[in-house]
């Protein structure tokens, strides 16, 4: 028996979230990453969720659930510095619950000037990491003086 769209139920798991960027989402509530305590200037807000598009970029859209005007532009921060390193204390680690280093994710907020995408900055000096297992993420602040909160994407 083939069900008309309309007729199937709605995947209980699931929730549209209608944003600014991105037009009409659908979630999974196992896609969301819940960042606790929040991001420092967000920290009302913590759950969100990755998405990329066009699927080819190594540009991801950070998609705040809980805000649809909330999207921050996020990139694996080896493609800006290929030896990109961070280095977390084994308590912020246990903290998000890893146990393996390939269930860490990590990525950085790029800063893309209205107009000049060639003068687009990331911010090396304070990556997101995520436990691609548990979904739990936190930014991490890093005390090492070799990254810059903005580090030139495109060279001059």
């Not at 009409?24 to 991001?39: A, D, H, K, M, N």
Request: neutral net charge.
């Amino acid at each position: 028996m083939n069900l008309d769209p309309k007729e199937i139920p709605p995947d209980p798991a699931s929730f549209t979230v209608a944003t600014r960027n991105l037009g009409q989402i659908t979630v999974r509530e196992g896609e969301v990453i819940t960042f606790s305590p929040g991001l420092p200037g967000w920290s009302q807000f913590h759950r969100y969720v990755l998405i990329r598009r066009p699927q080819e970029s190594p540009f991801l859209w950070l998609q705040c659930v809980d805000n649809p005007d909330l999207a921050l532009v996020v990139i694996n921060p080896a493609e800006v510095v290929p030896q990109y390193q961070v280095a977390a204390s084994s308590a912020f680690l246990k903290e998000l619950g890893v146990e393996e280093p390939q269930d860490l994710k990590v990525l950085v907020i790029l800063t893309i000037p209205p107009g000049r995408p060639r003068e687009m900055t990331a911010n090396l000096a304070a990556p997101l990491l995520i436990n691609l297992l548990n979904r739990r993420g936190r930014q991490l602040v890093l005390e090492n003086p070799q990254y810059s909160r903005q580090h030139r994407v495109f060279p001059r």
